[in-house]
Every structure is written in C-alpha cells, then in structure tokens.
C-alpha cells in the first residue's frame, strides 16, 4: 500500500506559477512511475503529466506542455509539478498517483494503483 498527500494548491492569478508536492510513504516509492491528473467540475479526469520511476523519463498533455514541469526525490519520497503561466483553464482539483506502467499507457486513469486525496488549484483571470 501507498499512501500519497498533495500539498501546494491555492488560488492565484493568470500568469503566476504555483508548485505542487505529493508526498508519499507505505510503499516503495522508487518501483512506482508518478502521475498528476488534475479534475474540473463537472468534468473527467484528465491526465497532466507523468514521471518513471528513476525520473529519467516524462510525458505531459499537450494543454501544459512547456509551462509544467514534473520532477521527482526518490530519496525524499516525493514528486513536485511546477506550474508556471497559469491560465483560468487550469483551475480544478489536482492528483497525484502511483503506477507500474511506462510510457503512453501511464496517461490513462485506470493504470494507477494508488491516488492522493487531491489539492485544489483555482487561477483567476
């Protein structure tokens, strides 16, 4: 078992940048790739970025592409996203998860074991 805590959302204006933080215990955290899916109301959830178990590979949605960063601290348990040139579109409810895939199959919701409780991220205009 995992257990994962974000950490770091709040609201801000478009433009600003904000840094999540998930923290994570119960498990071995460096077996597992990362995951950042992020939720609107009303919406689904959609994937933002995902990071491989070493760090040594990423992928993120076209929607942030150059404006968020994941990263990871196996020796800290942790995994950040930075978020920079927020926009109003980016506003909802963002999740950190655990999973044992790779690559493009680490996009999809329904490989991830484990999930945060999420942290709220609103961007005013």
């Known amino acids: 078992q995992v257990q994962l805590v974000e950490s770091g959302g709040g609201l801000v204006q478009a433009g600003d940048s904000l840094r999540l933080s998930c923290a994570a215990s119960?498990?071995?955290?460096?077996?597992?790739?990362m995951g950042w899916f992020r939720q609107a109301p009303g919406k689904e959830r959609d994937f933002v970025a995902t990071?491989?178990?070493?760090?040594?590979?990423?992928r993120y949605a076209d929607s942030v592409k150059g404006r968020f960063t994941v990263s990871r601290d196996n020796a800290k348990n942790t995994v950040s996203l930075q978020m920079n040139s927020l926009k109003p579109e980016d506003t909802a409810v963002y999740y950190c998860?655990?999973?044992?895939?790779?690559?493009?199959?680490?996009?999809?919701?329904?490989?991830?074991?484990?999930w945060g409780q999420g942290t709220q991220v609103t961007v005013s205009s």
């Open positions: 998860a655990a999973t044992k895939y790779l690559g493009a199959v680490a996009t999809v919701p329904s490989r991830y074991s484990y």
């Open positions: 990071i491989s178990w070493d760090g040594s590979s990423t």
């Open positions: 119960g498990g071995t955290f460096g077996t597992y790739g």
